[in-house]
């Protein structure tokens, strides 16, 4: 087994292992056992940092980088203690079946050992090292309903039987977190926020490039230097992604942020190193090529012999577009073959408002689209379209990004300058008022590229407010800078990486009520993003209006993962708490009956969208990027936004 230790200055990656498939392992038990040889499949005490980590792996969820585990078992039959080898056994039961003989099936063992049966045999859990707090936790499954007793005998066995002495139980769900003011009188406590402000390391985007590395002090005035093949150290998070290799930023994302989502989309590697720009490793490296890789949980930075390496450009995206649909149209009466109308993001809306009708969840009321048509019917009536077409068609243009940003500027303007069609602007009036009560609207971007299969365009356009008869927020004012904002720089050059065609880029615009002072906001992702082909949801939430994806320099929001119940769970299915919010007092901003409901709902709706997507997708692995809120006095949840989770 070949082992690496990889160095950045102080900052010591952790051990990269490289594992035998689990059919050659399978072999060479079956080769042993016929040897008559006896591997240490386990120890019943840990003497040495050696042993530890000769018997330890990564842990079955990457939820924090620079972590090392091995799991345990208690056999409460012969009152025995087992540290097991994590190289031998990836699960615990495999361990249980292997070695003790266990004959029941993985649903009877989960049954009976995690959910405090009069037949339980096992207690379960794992030791986790935590590099960069240097200290030993014990963690169980979230979906482990041990009682607060039994666990701290659990815990005071395996304390009498390692070498460390800096050793606590790790309050990961809502359950122990509960039942914390007991646990701390008699033991030792980690809570998930004494991790997670502690990281100096997260993985944003996996993937392994050549490039320059270059460390860019001001964004802002370097942005019109840099290359395809740089890889950046950044000290700020960037309001659009340059096209480049690949890029280390210092402050952390949130698995759902915007460069979370198009690096991920793009397929470069991205990470958040905390101390980038103070370490001398990368220092030194300034300027030079190297090879830049990101890992589950660690990062790889060293000098390469050049190579003219020029990532391969994704897919070019052909975009659809109808430009017969030419009056407004109720939510309701969106069909699904009308994103080439009215865009993606109105016709995902119109599926989530026809599932709410069966399930706990709403969708923002008084809700209308405004088509194509009219964006259209605009750039044409104010002379913006000879603008684009200058734009598009000049070779002097394209290939100068000062030009490039000029135009883009003239045709925003040009747009926004221009007199609303007076009919658009009196049926949108109109339709306010027939709708509902509802006079503060919100006007969101629903373009043809974005909220797609293969293109994301997550954060590149613009959503506005506008209030009927507001004279500060005027409703016409509120449609042009929507329109105008197909024309942002950051829109355009993802697109023209993408290969899409301006030119078949269309505007519509989705409308209903605002929300000027919801209690939470959030976002989710359907799939497990720490455990491969797992089931688990992870939700990103914050108090009030303060933003999950863009989030005020310092704020840490409500990060953790929930589950749908099934039979066995139903009720009590656990929530897996990452990290809270650092403006909510240490509690989160969603209970957990809302946490449930929310988990519930989104199976069915990611069932629906599964079934209709043809994503080619196992169901673990599919999933969707969902916006909502949670809102009035009877904090009623709000599903606003769904599209697929490219990944």
């Not at 087994?1 to 072999?27: D, N, Q």
């Not at 002495?165 to 998930?192: C, D, M, W």
């Not at 391969?312 to 052909?318: A, G, I, N, Q």
């Not at 589950?563 to 909510?584: F, H």
Request: glycine share 6%; aromatic share 12%; charged share 25%.
């Amino acid at each position: 087994m070949e082992i690496r230790h990889t160095t950045f200055g102080s900052v010591r990656a952790p051990l990269m292992k490289t594992y035998v498939l689990k059919c050659k392992l399978l072999w060479c038990l079956v080769f042993l056992a016929a040897c008559g040889s006896t591997a240490q499949t386990s120890l019943q005490k840990l003497e040495t940092w050696s042993e530890f980590q000769r018997f330890s792996g990564p842990p079955l969820s990457a939820k924090y980088g620079h972590v090392s585990s091995v799991k345990i078992v208690y056999d409460l039959e012969r009152e025995q203690l087992h540290f097991i080898n994590s190289s031998l056994f990836r699960y615990h039961i495999d361990f249980c079946r292997d070695v003790l003989m266990y004959q029941h099936s993985l649903e009877h063992f989960n049954m009976v050992n995690y959910g405090n049966h009069r037949r339980q045999r096992f207690l379960l859990g794992t030791i986790n090292y935590f590099e960069t707090l240097d200290t030993y936790a014990l963690e169980l499954s979230t979906s482990d309903h041990m009682s607060l007793k039994r666990l701290l005998h659990f815990y005071d066995l395996v304390k009498h039987s390692v070498y460390f002495e800096k050793f606590s139980i790790l309050l990961n769900n809502l359950r122990l977190q509960s039942g914390s003011t007991y646990l701390e009188s008699e033991a030792a406590v980690l809570h998930p926020d004494e991790i997670y402000k502690n990281l100096n390391l997260q993985v944003v985007s996996k993937g392994q490039t050549y490039g320059r590395l270059r460390i860019v002090s001001n964004f802002k005035d370097e942005k019109k230097t840099f290359k395809p093949q740089d890889v950046l150290v950044l000290n700020e998070t960037p309001l659009y992604l340059p096209r480049v290799a690949g890029i280390i930023v210092t402050e952390f994302q949130t698995p759902l942020s915007h460069l979370t989502i198009l690096g991920q989309n793009r397929k470069i590697p991205i990470c958040a190193f905390k101390t980038a720009l103070q370490n001398e490793h990368l220092q030194a490296l300034n300027g030079s090529f190297v090879r830049f890789q990101v890992r589950s949980d660690t990062f790889l930075v060293e000098s390469a012999k050049r190579k003219n390496q020029e990532k391969k450009r994704p897919r070019s995206v052909k975009l659809k577009y109808d430009l017969t649909v030419d009056s407004l149209i109720t939510i309701d009466n969106v069909s699904k073959h009308m994103s080439k109308s009215i865009g993606n993001k109105a016709k995902n809306f119109a599926v989530l408002k026809r599932l709410s009708t069966n399930l706990g969840y709403k969708t923002p009321e008084s809700a209308f689209v405004i088509p194509f048509f009219y964006y259209d019917q605009h750039v044409q009536q104010t002379g913006t379209q000879r603008l684009i077409d200058t734009l598009l068609n000049a070779e002097r243009v394209r290939d100068n990004l000062d030009s490039v940003e000029y135009y883009l500027k003239k045709i925003r303007k040009r747009i926004k300058k221009g007199t609303l069609d007076n009919g658009l602007l009196v049926d949108v009036n109109n339709r306010i008022v027939a709708l509902g009560p509802y006079r503060r609207m919100r006007f969101r971007s629903s373009t043809n590229a974005e909220d797609a299969r293969g293109f994301s365009g997550a954060g590149l356009y613009t959503s506005k407010t506008g209030i009927v008869g507001d004279s500060s927020k005027p409703i016409d004012k509120a449609i042009k800078k929507v329109w105008a904002s197909l024309w942002s720089l950051e829109a355009f050059l993802e697109r023209d990486y993408f290969g899409i065609d301006h030119s078949e880029a269309f505007m519509g615009i989705l409308v209903h009520r605002s929300f000027p002072n919801e209690s939470v906001n959030g976002v989710v992702i359907t799939k497990n993003l720490y455990r491969r082909d797992y089931h688990g949801f992870v939700v990103n939430a914050q108090w009030g209006e303060e933003s999950v994806v863009k989030p005020k320099p310092g704020v840490v929001c409500d990060q953790f993962i929930c589950y749908p119940d099934d039979v066995e769970t139903e009720g009590r299915a656990p929530i897996d708490i990452i990290a809270l919010s650092n403006i909510g007092n240490g509690v989160l901003a969603m209970t957990q009956f809302e946490i449930q409901q929310l988990a519930n709902d989104l199976e069915s709706v990611k069932d629906y969208f599964f079934k209709h997507s043809f994503s080619g997708r196992s169901y673990w692995d599919y999933g969707l990027d969902v916006e909502f809120k949670i809102d009035g006095v009877n904090r009623q949840l709000y599903l606003k936004q769904a599209r697929f989770y490219n990944d």
